[in-house]
């Protein structure tokens, strides 16, 4: 990932109506996955750290993530609470023999290359009964300065990262879009960054209190969306799965 867009994430995403709010969707998701008790989970790609306190409700947390500044500052963040290994996927993953009940990634497929051999690593760290959640960006038709920015390789839709999934020898037990109610803002969005390609993208700070609490409440609410049903577009996709 582009190393300016790391500081940016640092600064922005404790309060940021975007990592706020599907830090509180995933939440509710990964308490739906009636995990062990003592449940070992890994953040695959942990960026610098913003979903570490969360996950630690359900479990022991370990993390993955290839920059070393980006694990500096998780450390710092979390006060050294967490393993947090650097690492490459998918030849240079530093759990050797370990294996984890959850494996969490959250917006990391899309700047892997390797995707597939990513997941066969991954799926290889399952505990036995274990899932991975995993959430991408959707639809290569929003594609624009902020997947550059971000150094992006590709969008994903429903089916293709089911089809990334099965290749890596995973069971697909949900998929589901989400960030659905803002997908028309979003529209709007990337075509104004079309349109002013080369400057600042849309969604790299964080907006007025006012706008952020609004945009947070509307994503926020997806929660109880997701609890009942799939959702049929939106701005990401989300899966979990298991080993075959």
Wanted: with cysteine; hydrophobic share 45%.
């Amino acid at each position: 990932m582009n190393p300016e867009a790391y500081l940016e994430m640092a600064s922005t995403e404790s309060r940021h109506w975007w990592f706020a709010a599907r830090r509180e969707i995933l939440s509710r998701i990964i308490e739906g996955l009636a995990l062990p008790p003592s449940a070992r989970i890994l953040e695959a790609g942990s960026g610098t750290g913003g979903n570490l306190m969360m996950l630690s409700a359900y479990g022991l947390v370990s993390a993955i993530e290839m920059d070393e500044g980006a694990c500096a500052v998780s450390r710092l963040k979390t006060e050294g609470r967490f393993v947090i290994r650097q690492g490459c996927f998918p030849d240079d993953v530093p759990y050797e023999g370990e294996t984890f009940d959850l494996i969490f990634m959250a917006d990391v497929l899309e700047h892997v290359e390797r995707n597939v051999e990513t997941l066969v690593a991954l799926r290889r760290m399952l505990a036995p009964g274990g899932r991975m959640l995993i959430t991408v960006p959707a639809y290569q038709w929003l594609w624009s300065p902020h997947d550059v920015f971000l150094q992006h390789t590709r969008r994903y839709t429903s089916k293709s990262l089911r089809q990334v999934l099965m290749q890596a020898g995973l069971r697909v037990d949900r998929l589901s879009y989400f960030n659905a109610l803002l997908l028309p803002l979003a529209i709007l969005a990337r075509v104004k960054d079309r349109m002013m390609w080369g400057g600042k993208s849309s969604g790299t700070t964080t907006p007025p209190a006012l706008v952020n609490r609004t945009l947070f409440s509307i994503f926020r609410s997806e929660r109880r969306l997701l609890g009942r049903f799939n959702l049929p577009a939106g701005v990401s996709v989300l899966a979990i799965a298991r080993a075959e």
